[in-house]
């Protein structure tokens, strides 16, 4: 059981390129997000999906575009890199809301620089 | 607007030197406290998660509790392999979403 799998684990891009980060899980969950982590901010929340065909904006939506047209994936878009988009990325994916199935499983996040 | 803040920003024990690590929180109305473990270049790993005051859950060497302000992740007699961030997360009866603390960096020596 892979659990959460994101591709690619390492990437550098120059400014203005684009680029998309693809998120991957097999646990049949409906709810998965993308987070961003940098130092001294803690985890943010950029975009969420509460099922398959739905994404909602989190706290840091801009310059992020996702989309969510099968369950098991969940697609991270960058169309300018910017140097502020420089961050480590998370996928994490959860069965629901309620009780236990509000845990939150990450996977081993995206490194990306923008030059 | 929810608040997550842990304290220390970091902590330095010898092993077998029991500590604590202290999670404050600011919710409207908590739908549950979440605590995980980071190891360096890995993604957040899930440990517990407690839903109301007096509530309390043991691993291993850790047991978190919960007060209405507050969480505690107690470690009795760590070990150098707990060496890892310590993240606390909160999420609120509004929101579908989980608001993360900066973390506790927590170094285990022998």
């Known amino acids: 059981n892979a659990g959460v799998t994101q591709t690619p684990k390492f990437r550098v891009l120059k400014t203005g390129q684009s680029m998309t980060l693809l998120c991957a899980q097999d646990?049949?969950?409906?709810?998965m997000y993308w987070y961003r982590q940098d130092p001294g901010m803690g985890l943010r929340l950029i975009h969420y999906?509460?099922?398959?065909?739905?994404?909602a904006k989190g706290e840091v939506p801009d310059g992020y575009n996702v989309s969510r047209l099968k369950k098991q994936n969940f697609l991270l878009g960058l169309e300018s890199a910017a140097p502020s988009q420089t961050s480590v990325y998370f996928c994490?994916?959860?069965?629901?809301?309620?009780?236990?199935?509000?845990?939150?499983?990450f996977g081993a996040g995206t490194r990306l620089s923008v030059l | 607007e929810d608040q997550v803040t842990q304290s220390p920003e970091a902590l330095r024990l010898q092993e077998g030197e029991s500590s604590s690590l202290n999670c404050s929180y600011t919710?409207?109305?908590?739908?549950?406290l979440f605590w995980y473990r980071q190891d360096p270049g890995k993604g957040p790993e899930f440990l517990f998660t407690?839903?109301?005051a007096g509530e309390e859950k043991e691993k291993e060497r850790l047991k978190a509790t919960l007060t209405k302000k507050e969480s505690f992740l107690h470690i009795t007699a760590p070990k150098p392999e707990d060496s890892a961030t310590y993240l606390c997360?909160?999420?609120?009866?509004?929101?579908?979403?989980?608001?993360f603390g900066t973390g506790t960096r927590l170094l285990v020596s022998p």
């Open positions: 997360a909160v999420r609120d009866t509004g929101f579908q979403k989980l608001v």
């Open positions: 994490a994916s959860s069965p629901g809301l309620a009780g236990a199935k509000n845990i939150q499983y």
């Open positions: 999906s509460v099922g398959e065909g739905t994404t």
């Open positions: 919710v409207s109305g908590l739908r549950g």
């Open positions: 646990m049949n969950h409906e709810y």
């Open positions: 407690l839903y109301s």
